[in-house]
């Protein structure tokens, strides 16, 4: 198959059997972090870049801002290379140290934001920064991942239709919640074209977008401290939330028993899955979508010194490869 863009190279028909996982069910795990940008952000990226593309804000020349905790920011420079922009990313000390170099390498400048905002997080911190770089210079164009609808319709018809064709009918979806624009766009798909499809996104404890207090937190990806404005409650999908300390532990679980280091956000997910468990029948076939894999995370995620250091209330690091499976 051939590509003209490196941003092309999507790849969406790729899943993982998660054999045993639950006992009786059928677990599939959608791997989006094997594109050139490593995380399901590409199809953002390319996305939000277009619909402003497409508005006129955007020219051959122009300069992008945006903010991201790494995966939205790598994608960007990917794509931003290819396509002749310049490029800023707005990240906070949670994004790993080697996206930021990954950003750099490919062109971008990075400013890491380093004071927390009222609710412990750096969200607030990361947008006031790019309010006050708008006003200084009219000419950047922020892509705001947060209230950019076309991130949405991005995962509508590219994500969440490439589950359904490539699983064929699932009784349960489970989707990470960010900025929610995965979350939000296999929301609207699964209502219109398998509303049989049980929907559940899946949170860190200590984000605001559930409406839960807000709580530091120190794995990038999911969660926020000022919800997003993508994110509609509409009753047709259930929430759950999960801790750091048991992400951490089903993550190495993973990549203990499937050989698979995945990212953080996906042992939260899967973390939900093994917590909604009980209400999942035998048989069942259940769709999980993995944003990205973990080679990023070996000095955060899978450190035992960084966990200690962050963790009080773990259960010991020799019992966190130790989850029970329900
Ligand atoms: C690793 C990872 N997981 C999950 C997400 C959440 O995706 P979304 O912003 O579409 O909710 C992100 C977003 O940056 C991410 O980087």
Redesign the pocket.
């Known amino acids: 198959m051939i590509f003209e863009r490196t941003s092309d190279v999507v790849i969406d028909d790729i899943f993982l059997r998660l054999a045993g996982f639950l006992p009786g069910r059928e677990v599939f795990l959608k791997l989006e972090?094997l594109n050139p940008a490593g995380?399901?952000?590409l199809k953002?990226a390319v996305a939000l870049l277009e619909s402003l593309e497409r508005s006129g804000a955007l020219r051959m020349g122009s300069r992008v801002i945006e903010s991201?905790?790494?995966?939205?920011g790598v994608a960007l420079a990917v794509a931003c290379a290819a396509k002749g922009y310049a490029l800023t990313v707005v990240t906070d000390p949670n994004a790993a140290r080697h996206s930021i170099r990954v950003m750099e390498s490919l062109g971008a400048d990075v400013v890491v934001v380093t004071t927390r905002d009222a609710q412990g997080g750096y969200l607030h911190t990361r947008i006031n920064y790019i309010h006050q770089c708008l006003e200084r210079n009219p000419k950047l164009v922020w892509l705001n991942?947060y209230a950019n609808s076309a991130?949405v319709a991005a995962?509508r018809d590219r994500t969440a239709a490439a589950v359904h064709q490539g699983l064929g009918t699932v009784d349960a979806l489970f989707?990470?919640?960010?900025?929610?624009?995965?979350?939000?766009?296999c929301v609207e798909y699964f209502t219109e074209h398998s509303p049989g499809t049980r929907v559940v996104a899946v949170d860190a404890m200590g984000s605001v977008t559930f409406g839960a207090p807000a709580a530091p937190r120190f794995i990038?990806?999911?969660g926020t401290s000022r919800r997003?404005e993508?994110f509609v409650d509409n009753g047709t999908f259930e929430k759950t939330l999960i801790s750091e300390p048991d992400t951490v532990a089903m993550c190495r679980r993973v990549a203990e028993t499937y050989g698979l280091l995945v990212?953080?956000?996906?042992g939260?997910?899967l973390a939900g899955v093994q917590q909604l468990a009980p209400t999942l029948p035998a048989g069942a076939r259940v769709a999980v979508?993995s944003?990205?894999m973990g080679d990023k995370y070996v000095d955060t995620v899978y450190s035992d010194a960084w966990v200690t250091e962050r963790y009080t209330d773990i259960p010991q690091l020799a019992d966190l490869d130790q989850i029970t499976t329900t």
Do not use: F, R, Y
Request: glycine share 24%; hydrophobic share 30%; aromatic share 0%.
């Open positions: 972090g995380s399901v952000k953002t991201s905790s790494g995966n939205l991942q991130a995962h989707v990470g919640a960010g900025t929610t624009g995965t979350l939000m766009g990038p990806g999911l997003p993508l990212g953080g956000s996906t939260t997910v979508i944003p990205d």
